[in-house]
């Protein structure tokens, strides 16, 4: 059972443009959703994190869009660099119950200069 | 450079052997993960120990095992390999067992022949 879903599963943005990357989730009892970046060759590296006490969290570039009623969490690139071309996972985990991370599937992002 | 370290970075063996994948925690990080990461399955939950002591298994084969020692560095058996065995094995580590950052390895790379 696939219990976050991510779309789509490749983007390509124009240098300067956004980058949205988008999940659901299903089980309610999750309280912490991670991004992870990842680069070939690399172990995921943590981007930013929310829990649901919160609607937004924005660092820098990067902003998570959390919507508890609808389940759903998204997070959005500002001024995408091609630096920024890597595979996004979103992640949830039940901090309560053990932090075990439950992965989307990824998304693979393309700038294009 | 996220503090986790993983060896070996590649491992090349046949089918029906038995590897171990070793992995050293952050300093002063006590949780220790394991993921599977495969082109099918994605990134996958195995087993996480926390100070010593196993804390929470996800889909981890019976073929594989593991155990984290004394000095909080953790080894993940593989036996009886099969060609499906064939992906990233990364490791993780956290302060704790529930909550906090999980901060990735740069994982061993496994192919069975």
């Known amino acids: 059972q696939q219990q976050v879903k991510q779309s789509p599963q490749s983007l390509i943005v124009q240098k300067g443009g956004i980058s949205i990357i988008n999940c659901a989730y299903e089980?309610?009892?999750?309280?912490?959703f991670p991004w992870y970046q990842q680069f070939p060759g690399k172990g995921p590296a943590l981007l930013i994190a929310i829990r649901p006490d919160v609607s937004e969290k924005k660092e820098g570039r990067f902003t998570i869009s959390f919507n508890k009623s609808a389940k759903q969490f998204s997070l959005h690139i500002m001024d995408s660099q091609p630096g920024d071309s890597a595979t996004y996972f979103c992640a949830a985990s039940k901090e309560t119950s053990g932090s075990r991370l439950t992965f989307g599937e990824g998304t693979q992002l393309t700038v294009n200069p | 450079d996220s503090g986790v370290t993983q060896t070996p970075k590649h491992l090349i063996t046949a089918t029906g052997q038995r590897v171990t994948l070793r992995c050293s925690p952050r300093s002063g990080d006590l949780s220790v993960y394991w993921y599977q990461q495969s082109l099918d399955q994605g990134l996958q939950f195995l087993i996480q120990y926390y100070n010593g002591e196993e804390r929470a298994k996800g889909n981890i084969l019976e073929r594989f095992s593991a155990q984290q020692f004394p000095d909080l560095h953790s080894e993940l058996n593989l036996s009886s390999l099969e060609l499906g065995d064939s992906a990233l094995y990364f490791c993780a580590s956290s302060v704790s067992s529930r909550v906090g950052t999980q901060y990735f390895g740069p994982g061993t790379r496994l192919t069975v022949l």
């Open positions: 089980n309610t009892a999750f309280d912490y």
